[in-house]
């Protein structure tokens, strides 16, 4: 308790826990109101019942004790609001030298985890120059990302997450594939994972949980969006090959022969929005898929996919000795006028 609070409470003329709150807005203490951001307590009048703070955004301003204690909220001194008032100078060089220390310490004042929205709030303008923030932001968000200190969102309304320290490098980068909402951001997620898959291997059982993610996420695109759900499958088989982990993917885990049949009848267009480096594992489903219609099937997106497709579908059927049926299927095209610009590309290529 604060010694000039000490004699008030002594002399009876405020309770011992009045006195504690008192206490804690007493000259030197740090604190936040909505509206004016953080401030530090200059001096107080017990007498008269004021007390003056230099917030961040109006200095000098003098309130009424109690209004001050209804309207403002403690906090510490090492608190990035806090420092605001006391160390601002000191702020901006961490945002020049270690952004990444600045955002994790700018988080934890809100219990580990806030929007996007919420961090501009507290840095744009004040600790980054707005003209420059923008960039600074880009900058940064790539490097807590390489950190992995920081779990980023890919949608603003999502929130940033301060990770706990003995989070392995591997456990992030499943985390932030569990995290993960959109189709496109899982991709991305598992991209990731791919490339640092010994790493996250390494882990026991850190692949399965991966893969069970995948799997949950699969399934549920399946008929939403079946290019992402093929994606999805497709990555998880190359991380599973890369790694000699095929276990890690469980029995019952849907497979890309699944959802080629849920998407039969649209598979030209889900393909085209399938990553070019994926098709061929894609394209290597379809005997499984489709058994002995399988040679139609793949010549029926023969005209209309990319050219890696394209290239792809060919090869795939002179290793299946099937390259009599690509012949005939192109000259009965071509009469119809029914080849897309990528398989007419590749036939003046390679024909």
Known sequence: M???????VEAGRVSAPVGEKLSKIA?????????????????????NGKVTIDFEKEKGKVMGLKLALEKTEAVEENDVRAQKVSQLGELKE???????????????????????????????GSVVEESGYKKWWEKTKKAL???????????????????DESTGPGEALVDDLDQARSPKARVKALEAIQREAPLVAATEGLLARAFEIVNDAALKLMKLAPAQSL?????????AQETKQD????????????????????????????????LKRILE???????????????????????????????????????????????????????????????????
């Open 247 to 278: 276990d890690a993917i469980a029995v019952d885990a849907p497979k890309l022969a699944e959802v080629l049949q849920v998407a039969d009848g649209n598979l030209s267009e889900d393909l085209n929005h399938v990553a070019a480096a994926r």
């Open 145 to 163: 990302r390489e950190s992995k200190r920081v779990s980023v969102p890919t949608k603003r309304t999502d929130p940033l997450v301060l990770r």
């Open 231 to 239: 994606e999805l499958i497709a990555l998880r088989d190359e991380i």
């Open 2 to 8: 604060h010694p000039d609070v000490a004699k008030l």
């Open 94 to 124: 961490l945002a020049e030298k270690d952004p990444v220390e600045l955002v994790a310490r700018t988080i934890e004042t809100r219990g580990a985890n806030m929007t996007m929205d919420q961090l501009d709030a507290e840095l744009c």
């Open 285 to 351: 489903a379809f005997p499984p898929a489709f058994g002995d219609d399988w040679v139609g099937k793949v010549l029926s997106v023969f005209g209309k996919i990319s050219s890696r497709g394209v290239s792809e579908i060919a090869k795939l059927l002179g290793e299946k000795d099937e390259t009599k049926a690509l012949n005939d299927h192109i000259k009965v095209a071509l009469s119809r006028h029914a080849l897309g610009p990528d398989s007419l590309a590749w036939i003046c290529r390679e024909r």
């Open 27 to 47: 000259p030197g203490s740090y604190r936040i109101h909505k509206g004016f951001g953080g401030g530090v307590v200059t001096e107080w009048d017990l007498f």
